[in-house]
T-cell receptor, first 109, second 117 residues
Framework: GQNIDQPTEMTATEGAIVQINCTYQTSGFNGLFWYQQHAGEAPTFLSYNVLDGLEEKGRFSSFLSRSKGYSYLLLKELQMKDSASYLCAVVDSNYQLIWGAGTKLIIKP | GAVVSQHPSWVICKSGTSVKIECRSLDFQATTMFWYRQFPKQSLMLMATSNEGSKATYEQGVEKDKFLINHASLTLSTLTVTSAHPEDSSFYIC?????????????FGPGTRLTVT
């Protein structure tokens, strides 16, 4: 079966750095997405990785290792507005998105 | 670019009635649209994949006769919740995929909050 694992909840302090991990086992791989979802809102795109390595975009970076079936989202200089759920999703061999359950990130002052 | 709209943004209906939700890609053509449902504090659950001009593909456990999907054009898909019950109360989100790119990114609509009384 297909499986995406990410922690259910994480807590971090404003101004700090947090890393949200995602491991996956899917039938084929055509890229991995990270989305941010605030409560009561639809998900918004953060990043897309299809090759191994680190992609940096401002305060957010995303890393991928295809051989390990592993990705992480790194958030720097955390702000209160970063409190949200972070969803990891993998594009499988049928080009369908397989979603993780999401990681709820709580930022404390 | 890549804007997806949904209408209505929220709706309250009585048990037994039907509700139609529209999903539109405003500035691109979407061969494929997806319908998701999300209950409070839970992850997105894919209900069905909608392809323009053909029947939708429903996920296991989703009743196709209850959740009617029509994808009549490259910019519009509709979800009709028929004979709604309180347990159908949820956040319904559509997304559209642009086939012109190679990233297979899905662009999400803002969601529709349905409350059935």
């Amino acid at each position: 079966g297909q499986n995406i694992d990410q922690p259910t909840e994480m807590t971090a302090t404003e101004g700090a750095i947090v890393q949200i991990n995602c491991t996956y086992q899917t039938s084929g791989f055509n890229g991995l997405f990270w989305y941010q979802q605030h409560a009561g809102e639809a998900p918004t795109f953060l990043s897309y990785n299809v090759l191994d390595g680190l992609e940096e975009k401002g305060r957010f970076s995303s890393f991928l290792s295809r051989s390990k079936g592993y990705s992480y989202l790194l958030l720097k200089e955390l702000q209160m507005k970063d409190s949200a759920s972070y969803l990891c999703a993998v594009v499988d061999s049928n080009y369908q998105l397989i979603w993780g359950a999401g990681t709820k990130l709580i930022i404390k002052p | 670019g890549a804007v997806v709209s949904q209408h209505p943004s929220w709706v309250i209906c009585k048990s037994g009635t039907s509700v139609k939700i529209e999903c539109r890609s405003l500035d691109f053509q979407a061969t494929t649209m997806f319908w998701y449902r999300q209950f409070p504090k839970q992850s997105l659950m894919l209900m069905a994949t909608s392809n323009e001009g053909s029947k939708a593909t429903y996920e296991q456990g989703v009743e196709k006769d209850k959740f009617l999907i029509n994808h009549a054009s490259l910019t519009l898909s509709t979800l009709t919740v028929t004979s709604a019950h309180p347990e159908d109360s949820s956040f319904y989100i559509c997304s559209a995929r642009s086939e012109t790119g190679t990233s297979y990114e899905q662009y999400f609509g803002p969601g529709t909050r349905l409350t059935v009384t």
